[in-house]
């Protein structure tokens, strides 16, 4: 799989922009601000519908305009795909597959598949388990498209018991304990298989994240994964336990929303043990084992997006990086050219937006 040919209409700072690309190793370069980064932020978007920076829907829109246009044609193993997508400052984004308007988002899953590494990465290691979480049900999800239903009935079965709690005011009356009941049988049915999702997909990763690590690391360590939930015993119990306590509380304090990943390094907890470039080496190597995991089992091996992660290693580090990239095209960008060993098929020279011609 990848990505033939890209065209943006007033996406961030893009007023009209097509490009073509090579399956391979392609390089991105230009000064800080010209538009690196919300290049590859329009291809990921393209594949998941959302900003891996975390950006709100009219921060993709140019200034000025009414709407962006991403199109994106995929060889996917000798298949032509064209993905185009609308995005209005106001309403849902339409998104057409091969002309054919997208009835649902999670239809788009597994169409085109993109693995982003990028220097913010390092929250995965340094930042709370909402990071980690997100991670591994991404993660999940690329593996299996139809346990997105599975995240989506917990986060809805959320909502509706939040809400419920927050109605009560602190009071158990007979009509919200009997609601809270069903609610309640809900939340253990799919959060349950949520959590059995996210324990398999962490098992399978666990033996790839090792040796990702000690790649990048360039020496042996002990990497371990571990998945922590957020209750003792069966979840059902635990929910009766906590019931007065979400009550007064107005929100659900138990279930796979409050797990967490606990990773360490030699015996020591990385958020708070390991050095900056050990920590960013597991963030990339979280990445990488990722990548790996969801190629085995999908036969097909997502673009990587690597956006600015040279600057945020070191030499012997970006060497190690470069060395085990995984086949397949790669779009790497950096301000401050590519090390040695990147060896780009293609250069895309970005200035202002713009591809650029440089002698």
Known sequence: ?????????????????????????????????????????????????????????EALIRAGAERAIVRAEIDNDGREVLLEAEIPRQGRARVQVNRQKLARTRDLLGVFRVSVFAPDDLVLVKGGPSNRRAFLDDTLVARHRKLDVVRANVDKV?????????????????????????????????????????????????????????????????????????WDGPLAQALVASRRDDLRRGVTTVGPHRDDVELRIGGLPARTQASQGEQRSLAFALRLAAHEQVTEETTESPVLLLDDVFSELDPARSDALLEHLPPGQALLTSAAGLPPRAAPAQVLHIRDHALVIVP
């Open 1 to 57: 799989m990848y990505l033939r040919r890209l065209w943006l209409t007033d996406f961030r700072g893009y007023t009209e922009f097509e490009v073509s690309l090579v399956d391979g190793i392609v390089a991105v370069l230009g000064d800080n601000g010209e538009g690196k980064t919300n290049l590859v932020e329009a291809i990921a978007w393209i594949a998941t519908l959302s900003s891996f920076r975390g950006a709100p829907t």
């Open 158 to 230: 959320l909502k509706q018991r939040n809400a419920l709690l927050k109605q009560s005011h602190g009071r158990l009356t007979e009509e919200i304990e009997t609601t809270l009941d069903v609610w309640d049988s809900k939340l253990v049915e799919a959060g349950e298989a949520l959590v059995a999702a996210r324990v398999e997909t962490l098992d399978l990763l666990r033996p790839r994240l090792s040796e990702a690590y000690d790649r990048l690391a360039q020496r042996p360590a002990t990497v371990i994964a571990t998945y922590e939930r957020s």
